[in-house]
């Protein structure tokens, strides 16, 4: 565990402002996009001023994603030349139907990295078709960058041929059947967005459906639907146990001149203790 995902926030990338204003949001993840909210004409521009924002990286307080285009739009080598640099924490990627579309991506991004030297860059698969949702497992279990695995419902339903309800039946399912995938391969999994900025009773309600279905938490579309997610998604016991001996272990530790440890068996960095000291915070606020 290496961050919350209780929410996972989009922000259009071709919008200056918004970007900007991204810096205050308190998301556990902002993800800059380059999808859906920006129109084809302006895609080159959106992936310059999201390299230009990486740089300010320290200012932002939150985990930083940014949405590539889908594997099918052949837009994702473009994408990732200009969004993997120094300060991305990951990628989401929209559309993903199989476990081949995803090795292809992950052997882009190896070389990258490379190239470049950096760091592993996470990988957020957004589930949004039938033969998506049909290979979730797969596709949450097939390389370590996984870290979570988002249900995308208004491009499922199109994929079904049903029409977008608050509630769809259609959808049941799916939604279902992605957060036990996800966890059968050891990943996160984040619900998708509630789209009626007015409706929040709606909004609550629909959190706690999916945090009933094991959902760890739920895709954004405003900073408005940030505390309202947090409460519902608040960290679990387990969370709250591993956080404290995290937290204890790393600093005794590190008053010996050691640093890193390991906790039953596994290595705790600073990152963890980071992550460790947030989710403290929460609950103690």
Aim: hydrophobic letters at 35%; aromatic letters at 6%; a positive charge.
């Amino acid at each position: 565990m290496t961050q919350l995902f209780r929410s996972l926030i989009f922000v259009p990338g071709n919008n200056p402002r918004f970007l900007e204003k991204a810096k205050q949001i308190e998301a556990d993840i902002v993800c800059f996009d380059l999808e859906d909210s920006v129109p084809d004409k302006e895609k080159k521009q959106a992936r310059k001023l999201i390299k230009t924002a990486l740089k300010s990286r320290s200012e932002y307080h939150s985990s930083i994603f940014v949405r590539t285009n889908s594997p099918l739009s052949g837009k994702i080598p473009d994408d990732l030349k200009e969004i993997v640099q120094k300060g991305i924490n990951g990628i989401v990627i929209p559309k993903v139907n199989n476990v081949k579309e995803l090795k292809k991506i992950e052997k882009n991004l190896q070389s990258l990295e490379k190239t470049k030297k950096l760091k592993s860059i996470q990988i957020i698969p957004s589930i949004e078709s039938a033969e998506g949702v049909v290979n979730t497992y797969l596709i949450a279990s097939c390389t370590k960058r996984v870290s979570a695995v988002v249900f995308g419902v208004f491009d499922l339903l199109n994929d079904l041929g049903i029409d977008y309800t608050k509630d769809p039946e259609g959808a049941k399912y799916s939604r279902a059947k992605i957060p036990v995938d996800a966890k059968a391969a050891g990943v996160a999994s984040i619900d998708a967005i509630w789209q009626d900025l007015k409706d929040v009773k709606g909004l609550e309600k629909d959190c706690k459906a999916g945090k009933s279905l094991g959902y760890t938490g739920k895709s954004l579309i405003h900073p408005d639907q940030i505390s309202i997610t947090h409460k519902i998604f608040y960290p679990t016991k387990s969370e709250i146990e591993w956080a404290e001996k995290v937290y204890k272990s790393y600093l005794k530790s590190v008053k010996t001149g050691k640093g890193a440890t390991t906790i039953d068996g596994k290595m705790i960095d600073e990152v963890h203790f980071k992550q460790a000291e947030t989710i403290i915070k929460i609950t103690k606020n």
